[in-house]
T-cell receptor, first 112, second 114 residues
Framework: DGGITQSPKYLFRKEGQNVTLSCEQN?????MYWYRQDPGQGLRLIYY???????QKGDIAEGYSVSREKKESFPLTVTSAQKNPTAFYLC???????????FGSGTRLTVV | QQQVKQSPQSLIVQKGGISIINCAYE??????FPWYQQFPGKGPALLIA?????SEKKEGRFTISFNKSAKQFSLHIMDSQPGDSATYFC?????????????FGSGTQLTVLP
């Protein structure tokens, strides 16, 4: 997916458990994003980061946390405070070249 | 309000037909309008995009028409093929430094019948 890797592809979470989704990029881009996708609702922004050690809340940040300790990595933690975490999670980078995003292949999270 | 409204929610066309998906926005600060194509289990991929100072952009069978005064834009897929069956998202971009904040439409599930 153009230098952006998400893992794992599938993830199962028990009630009350925190889980962390990985997003790594090797394209040396500054801006990284996390989106949540639910059927019929499009993509909603959770968090984004423009530079290392800085990140901003998106539209639906409650119940999620992120870190940006390295330029290449922007992990997303889904906490127990997120009451409806089952969704498809997408990480993206802003390529700048075409004003668009390059997305990873996604992580499908399911609560069991 | 950074909302982008997309219609229809689903679309079925015959092979060789024209698929048309429409989007509307309110925020005049948007400075770029991309369309994404998503296949099941995959991340969205940039398909085609347009700036607001251009009324039409064509790439192969895909054309964006843009009406700045009406704040509307649409995707036309000519000679639709079964391989075009996917979910299509319109989006609107606000640029700030190196960051690009995208607001997405709710998506259109396109099915092209053979």
């Amino acid at each position: 997916d153009g230098g952006i890797t998400q893992s794992p592809k599938y993830l199962f979470r028990k009630e009350g458990q925190n889980v962390t989704l990985s997003c790594e990029q090797n394209l040396n881009h500054d801006a990284m994003y996390w989106y949540r996708q639910d059927p019929g609702q499009g993509l909603r922004l959770i968090y984004y980061s423009q530079i290392v050690n800085d990140f901003q809340k998106g539209d639906i940040a409650e119940g999620y946390s992120v870190s940006r300790e390295k330029k290449e990595s922007f992990p997303l933690t889904v906490t127990s405070a997120q009451k409806n975490p089952t969704a498809f999670y997408l990480c993206a980078i802003s390529t700048g070249r075409n004003y668009g995003y390059t997305f990873g292949s996604g992580t499908r999270l399911t609560v069991v | 309000q950074q909302q982008v409204k997309q219609s229809p929610q689903s679309l079925i066309v015959q092979k060789g037909g024209i698929s048309i998906i429409n989007c509307a926005y309110e925020n005049t600060a948007f400075d770029y309008f991309p369309w994404y194509q998503q296949f099941p289990g995959k991340g969205p991929a940039l398909l085609i995009a347009i700036r607001p100072d251009v009324s039409e952009k064509k790439e192969g069978r895909f054309t964006i028409s843009f009406n700045k005064s009406a704040k509307q834009f649409s995707l036309h897929i000519m000679d639709s093929q079964p391989g075009d069956s996917a979910t299509y998202f319109c989006a609107a971009v606000i640029s700030s430094g190196s960051a690009r904040q995208l607001t997405f439409g709710s998506g259109t599930q396109l099915t092209v019948l053979p």
